[in-house]
Structures are given as structure tokens and as C-alpha cells.
């Protein structure tokens, strides 16, 4: 593997940057579930990362709130497999993803305006309820 974790050609993290810590795992394995710390759980410290542009850390500490602890480290945990090794690889590659989700900015949106056909037929759908309306009424006052 790398030396660092390429997520776009603006981003790129060195590895040393990843801190993982394991733990049992209640994942597949059977009996060998209760002897190895399989699962495996990165924290990574994107408040304070040199390699994360500002804009993409803000767009990333608004989006994953509730990932991020106290501290201010992203913190990511799978215990898919039954390998140490290939929970770590996919902690990364979620790492991976949710960066490059938090790289692209959000769309502006557009603000849209009616068609003058939508603004007429709307218009005239109002004024044909209006006079449907206004055929049920009966002056009360000439009774």
C-alpha cells in the first residue's frame, strides 16, 4: 500500500495521519469471534488534518456531524469480515468515499419561474372554479 491515500488530485492523506484501533468483533468468524480483535475502527483528525482543503473539512464536519467525535476525529468502524486486514482496507475505502463525497460541492440551485402558458392556465382554472362557485350561490336578499 501507498505511503498515502489518494481521494481526489486535490486530497491526498498520508497514511500516518490514520490512527485504527481494534476490537472483537461480533461479526462473522464463529468461535474464533471471541479470541481476535477483527474489528477494526479508524479515527481519523479532520479538524486539525493539514491535507483537507477548509471548504471540503466544512462541507465534511457539516455532512458527518454525528461521526465525528468530541475530539474532532472522524470516526469510522466496520466488522464486515472475519480478517482484520480487510476490515481495515474497507474503513479506508469508506474513509475514501465519504471524502470524496464531502469534495464535491453542493449544486446552486436555480430559482425557476412559471411559463406565461403555466401562468394562464392557472388562471383560468381559478376563474372557471370561481364561477362554478359563484353559480351555486343564490341571492338571499331578494326572498
Not at 466488522?79 to 475514501?96: F, G, M, V
Request: charged letters at 30%; proline letters at 5%; one cysteine or more.
Amino acid at each position: 500500500m501507498a505511503e498515502t491515500l489518494v481521494i481526489t488530485p486535490r486530497i491526498a492523506i498520508p497514511l500516518a495521519e490514520l490512527e485504527f484501533s481494534f476490537a472483537r468483533s461480533g461479526g462473522p468468524g464463529g468461535q474464533n469471534v471471541n479470541k481476535v480483535s477483527s474489528k477494526a475502527i479508524l479515527h481519523y483528525d479532520i479538524t486539525r488534518s493539514a491535507s483537507v482543503p477548509d471548504d471540503v473539512r466544512q462541507r465534511a464536519l457539516a455532512q458527518f456531524a454525528s461521526r465525528i467525535n468530541n475530539e474532532g476525529k472522524l470516526v469510522i468502524s466496520c466488522d464486515t469480515s472475519a480478517s482484520q486486514h480487510k476490515n481495515r482496507e474497507e474503513c479506508i475505502a469508506r474513509l475514501k468515499q465519504l471524502l470524496m463525497q464531502a469534495a464535491t460541492p453542493p449544486k446552486i440551485r436555480k430559482k425557476s419561474k412559471p411559463s406565461r402558458t403555466a401562468i394562464r392556465k392557472r388562471r383560468e382554472a381559478k376563474a372557471k372554479h370561481s364561477a362554478k362557485k359563484a353559480s351555486r350561490r343564490s341571492d338571499w336578499s331578494e326572498e
